[in-house]
């Protein structure tokens, strides 16, 4: 395949994305969370359609189904490939101003609208493999987006491509579109029956070339302290104070198992909330590590944790609650390795060298792994986000546009 002449439109398409604020909210109960989401969803449904897939459809849970036909007389099975329209609520995603930094030299770049955000080459090591290349930035104020509507982007002009290039033969290619990856949502509400895929790839990746085929297990766990209040003028060897004890709590998760020291695979326990007073507090906390078991044991090492620093408190209760959140996709796909040696093959068949690793998080495609269509992650170009210093390539962009294409080919190729 040829793409020498191809006229690409992941940039413009992410440009435009970029602008809709989409942000998710983790206090929300509803599906989706925001209700803002769906506006990207919506143009989405109708790009698609304007493409001519006629069955494209935003559900009432915020999310979106499109199908691109087969084109081929063999029986290929049925592939999804998914990202989400949500962006992090760690960072403002409003009113965001897509700059392009044409032919990237080198520099550190300052964003225009906040000077006082620079993202450094010293500081982001993934530059050194751009000179030359076209940088995509926000101007400084906000989030871009990248996370993940390169991903987005990228699907739709995969799809675009194969939609005007009938000579390229494929199976049956499932379009997920999901709200709420952000908060650990983005699974909740997919109809796996209706998606009807076998195989899927979440394009949510961050450096060109590297596909991953494992996550965190995770777990969140919430430890509610109930103290024993007294007025603080008479409370000598009386009260119990419940933010104190949970602080003391806190204090005492050993330093080499917290996200600050913890790198590549080594596990973490990590406080994310403190809330409440002097007669009561919670505390949440998520608790990553590659394997269950080691998982378990963190979880547990919390839970000792908490008994012993209770146990000097003989007025006061607990409760410690632990909330299964996603496992690791490498069980799962380790059962259908092709899944990722396709995947393999088409980052090659781009001219990349590619890359197998791990996250340390997790994707939408943990959960969907789980729920019986192994999914593992291809990389989107996306860096640093979560942040205002978020940035993605032109050309990593159009690479994994590339990827898409060359991948169903494959699957169409070894059916």
Known sequence: MDFSNYPFTVTERFVRYAKIDTQSDPLSPSCPSTEKQKNLSRLLVEELKAMGIQDAELDEHGYVYATVPSNTSKQVPVLCFCSHVDTSPDCSGTNVNPVIHKAYKGNDIVLPNDTTQVIRFSEHPALAAQIGNDIVTADGTTLLGADNKAGVAEIMDAAHYLMTHPEVKHGAIRIL???????GRGADKVNIKKLGAQFGYTMDGETLGHIE????????????????????GFAKDKMQHAIKIGAEIINRIPKDKTPETTEKKQPFIHPTSFNGGLEQVELKFIIRAFDTATLLALEEELRQITLSVLSGYDKCSYAFNVTEQYRNMKDVLDTCPHVVDYAVEAVKRTGVTPVLSSIRGGTDGSRLSFMGLPCPNIYAGEHAFHSKQEWVSVQDMQKAVETIVHLVRIWEERA
């Open 177 to 183: 579109f999901t709200p709420d990856e952000e908060i």
């Open 213 to 232: 085929n494992e996550t965190f297990s995770a777990d969140a766990v919430s430890i509610v302290i109930k103290g024993f209040p007294t007025h603080p």
